[in-house]
T-cell receptor
Framework: QKEVEQDPGPLSVPEGAIVSLNCTYSNSAFQYFMWYRQYSRKGPELLMYTYSSGNKEDGRFTAQVDKSSKYISLFIRDSQPSDSATYLCAMTYGQNFVFGPGTRLSVLP | GAVVSQHPSRVICKSGTSVKIECRSLDFQATTMFWYRQFPKKSLMLMATSNEGSKATYEQGVEKDKFLINHASLTLSTLTVTSAHPEDSSFYIC????????????FGPGTRLTVL
């Protein structure tokens, strides 16, 4: 079993839809959770950073962490074509930093 | 803040030549820098971790003599692909970590290497 699992997609949604992106993990030691967005041929960009279980909101983005289920989510409200990118979850404990494989999202106008 | 640059953004070279890629933290001191490789539509693959002033730690399967990493200062790390071959063609991305923001990595824009 991989440490971090993420549905690779591709996920296609119409503009304005609510998008749900998810990762599961196996190691309960992970403490910090992040979501990165990567446009094609660009470096990843940090979107959200959370520590505890619960929700964190930033504009149209909401990050959710459920440590008891080892499950994290990123919700995008009112999705836009400019949100089309690959979204990578990442998590860390101590010196260990692990990325999920990424989900490719396409928001269709 | 927390901007990381990479140079060059794109390089094309002949087989057998060496290519150097620079990674700079522009507005912070990076105690640790990471080098990743990414194939099209694939996730990031960590190649090595470098701490300023010490030798890089390479991931299993990454040839240290092939991919030379130098982290001579708190704002600069370099990756040199020696005797490049077509199979080394890939997207190389660096990231940097700040000492007091231990759980975040800030990524450069990437370098696309094409070996003919």
């Amino acid at each position: 079993q991989k440490e971090v699992e993420q549905d690779p997609g591709p996920l296609s949604v119409p503009e304005g839809a609510i998008v749900s992106l998810n990762c599961t993990y196996s190691n309960s030691a992970f403490q910090y959770f992040m979501w990165y967005r990567q446009y094609s041929r660009k470096g990843p960009e940090l979107l959200m950073y959370t520590y505890s279980s619960g929700n964190k909101e930033d504009g149209r983005f909401t990050a959710q962490v459920d440590k008891s289920s080892k499950y994290i989510s990123l919700f995008i409200r009112d999705s836009q074509p400019s949100d089309s990118a690959t979204y990578l979850c990442a998590m860390t404990y101590g010196q260990n930093f692990v990325f999920g494989p990424g989900t490719r999202l396409s928001v269709l106008p | 803040g927390a901007v990381v640059s990479q140079h060059p953004s794109r390089v094309i070279c002949k087989s057998g030549t060496s290519v150097k890629i620079e990674c700079r933290s522009l507005d912070f001191q990076a105690t640790t820098m990471f080098w990743y490789r990414q194939f099209p539509k694939k996730s990031l693959m960590l190649m090595a971790t470098s701490n300023e002033g010490s030798k890089a730690t390479y991931e299993q399967g990454v040839e240290k003599d092939k991919f030379l990493i130098n982290h001579a200062s708190l704002t600069l790390s370099t990756l040199t692909v020696t005797s490049a071959h077509p199979e080394d063609s890939s997207f190389y991305i660096c990231s940097a970590r700040v000492a007091d923001r231990y759980n975040e990595q800030f990524f450069g824009p990437g370098t696309r290497l094409t070996v003919l």
